[in-house]
């Protein structure tokens, strides 16, 4: 799950969060472990990137980025490691930015990737149209 953060939900459709929740629970009932990555911006966390007030949380494994890809995190990479994760679905925003590079480093580091977009959103469509032919071609899984 990535960046789903109050300062962040008013640019996208009020059902995202419920829906992005719906699959946390559908995910954590089947055992599936569930990450949030959170941007804190290029100057550091403050109380403007939290994490969305009403967003579930199910686990511990929350972990902060400061640059587009969750990758860029290594102990978020250690984490998955250490897991034995081969297989990632992600979910969150924003399609364009985060969503993608986020993606697109994950398939080259060789997970199987799947992008969720009924959890998923972009805020402009057109080009996230784009987004998903450049995913599909790096082998992504797009699902609705």
């Known amino acids: ?13 009020a059902d995202l969060l419920p829906r992005i929740n719906a699959r946390i629970t559908a995910a954590k009932s089947t055992g599936t472990q569930v ?4 941007n804190i911006g290029i100057n550091g966390d403050d109380d403007s990137y939290a994490l969305a007030k009403d967003l579930l949380i199910v686990s511990d ?4 980025k400061k640059f587009p890809s969750a990758f860029t995190n290594d102990s978020f990479v250690k984490e998955l490691k250490i897991q034995n994760v081969t297989e990632l679905e992600i979910i ?30 972009a805020r402009n469509e057109k080009i ?9 071609n790096a082998g992504v899984i797009i699902t609705v």
């Open 61 to 64: 494994n929350i972990y902060e």
């Open 35 to 38: 990450f949030y990555v959170r």
């Open 92 to 121: 969150g925003v924003d399609g364009n930015s985060c969503i993608k590079k986020s993606c697109l480093d994950a398939a080259n580091a060789g997970y199987k990737v799947t992008l969720n977009l009924q959890c998923t959103a």
């Open 128 to 136: 996230f149209e784009k987004t998903l032919n450049e995913l599909r």
């Open 1 to 13: 799950m990535i960046d789903i953060q109050e300062k962040y939900l008013n640019y996208y459709d």
